[in-house]
């Protein structure tokens, strides 16, 4: 049975830190509804109404382009392990590029690395459990070290160059504000 809460609080806090990967859900007005994993170290919960999430270069650049239009989100996370649960924060989010006065600090609980397009600084408004009987179970081997690689392959001018290319607009051809 769901079960709804205002905010996150330690149990459910610990939970997230448990996890290998997250989902993060968005849609403009009249786009494509976006569905994307991550994994990495890139989320901290700040509090019981705050997640930072640390987006890397990708091959899209989804969530920008939609939380410019429509500033929603959710995140979600399901446990491949023992205890069956999904956990999805829903909220809004406020985009921190790197030209951005609050990039330092925002970024600096990663260490700055090569390849950070964005930080998402948001703020949650509905937290809902559910049972995840039917997730199965899975082990997580060992974190990729291809983003990492890649970007140290790139450097910081091939990176921009990519983001140029590849992050400047959404599939549907929303601006995502990456150049701004």
């Not at 849609?27 to 919960?45: F, H, I």
């Not at 392990?81 to 990039?103: F, K, S």
């Not at 600084?121 to 060992?142: E, I």
Request: charged share 25%; aromatic share 10%; hydrophobic share 35%.
């Amino acid at each position: 049975m769901a079960k709804q809460f205002d905010a996150l609080d330690d149990r459910l806090t610990a939970f997230i830190e448990d996890q290998h990967v997250f989902f993060v859900g968005s849609a403009g007005t009249d786009s494509r509804v976006n569905v994307s994993p991550k994994g990495m170290d890139s989320l901290r919960v700040m509090g019981p109404n705050r997640i930072l999430w640390l987006n890397y270069t990708g091959s899209g650049n989804e969530t920008a382009a939609h939380l410019a239009q429509v500033n929603r989100m959710t995140l979600m996370w399901c446990s491949f392990t023992t205890r069956p649960l999904i956990l999805r924060c829903y909220g809004t989010a406020d985009v921190i590029h790197p030209r951005d006065d609050d990039w330092a600090e925002a970024v600096a609980h990663w260490g700055d690395p090569l390849g950070a397009r964005q930080v998402y600084d948001m703020q949650v408004d509905l937290v809902q459990t559910s049972c995840g009987y039917g997730v199965p179970f899975m082990d997580n081997a060992r974190d990729r070290d291809t983003m990492t690689r890649w970007a140290d392959d790139k450097g910081e001018q091939g990176i921009r160059d990519y983001w140029e290319e590849k992050n400047t607009t959404s599939i549907d051809g929303l601006p995502t504000g990456i150049f701004e």
